[in-house]
């Protein structure tokens, strides 16, 4: 199947900081999703993003899908920022929607 | 708009007894739902799909017979954990999905963290 890497796998910033995250998945995906899980366990979707570039607020995401790597950028970090952030992909084979998640990156934001 | 909804969020339960997981699309309609096992800083581990009006799609290794899955309606999925052990204690997370065509889009409930004795 499908390999999902992200990176880093932890990550400690400052309040106010920016950070880059990266997704790379090994094969041609046609849906690619950003979530984030709050400390209480709740996931957000952040980005519905299989190629392109897209903004919401202090977050951006861009995914190069030729070249098999999304990237989630927070500026402006804050505390709020916290938990971990999957990407999860998936290739559509024979129109089935089966996603395949990376191991998240856990984000701590201190004050 | 896309709620998810999850009941209970918390279960304590004596081994040997099922457990009952409710999951609800509230303000639109799911063909497909997922139900996910997450273990303490671990990336969610997909169980099973589950299809409105037919039998759920479980991943390898896990025991059909052990995790019932129910998709009653468009809006509703039951997850039942049978003849509970400690072992089964873990977060169980449900997510719903909205869209179609490679457009799919998953929606998760607030999951339920389940403790067998």
């Known amino acids: 199947g499908i390999q999902v890497e992200q990176s880093p796998p932890d990550l400690i910033l400052q309040e106010g900081a920016n950070s880059t995250l990266r997704c790379n998945f090994s094969d041609s995906v046609n849906n690619l999703q950003w979530f984030h899980q709050n400390p209480w366990g709740q996931l957000i979707n952040l980005f519905y993003i299989p190629s392109g570039t897209k903004q919401n607020g202090r977050l951006s995401a861009t995914t190069v899908a030729t070249e098999r790597y999304s990237l989630l950028y927070i500026s402006s970090s804050q505390t709020t920022d916290s938990g971990v952030y999957f990407c999860?992909?998936?290739?559509?084979?024979?129109?089935?929607?089966?996603?395949?998640f990376g191991r998240g990156t856990s984000l701590i934001v201190h004050p | 708009g896309a709620v998810v909804s999850q009941h209970p969020s918390w279960v304590i339960c004596k081994s040997g007894t099922s457990v009952k997981i409710e999951c609800r699309s509230l303000d639109f309609q799911a063909t497909t739902m997922f139900w996910y096992r997450q273990f303490p800083k671990q990336s969610l581990m997909l169980m099973a799909t589950s299809n409105e009006g037919s039998k759920a799609t479980y991943e390898q290794g896990v025991e059909k017979d052990k995790f019932l899955i129910n998709h009653a309606s468009l809006t509703l999925s039951t997850l039942t954990v049978t003849s509970a052990h400690p072992e089964d204690s873990s977060f169980y997370i449900c997510?719903?999905?909205w869209g179609q065509g490679f457009k799919e889009t998953q929606y998760f409930g607030p999951g339920t963290r389940l403790l067998v004795l």
């Open positions: 999860a992909v998936s290739r559509g084979a024979g129109g089935s929607y089966i996603p395949t």
């Open positions: 997510s719903a999905v």
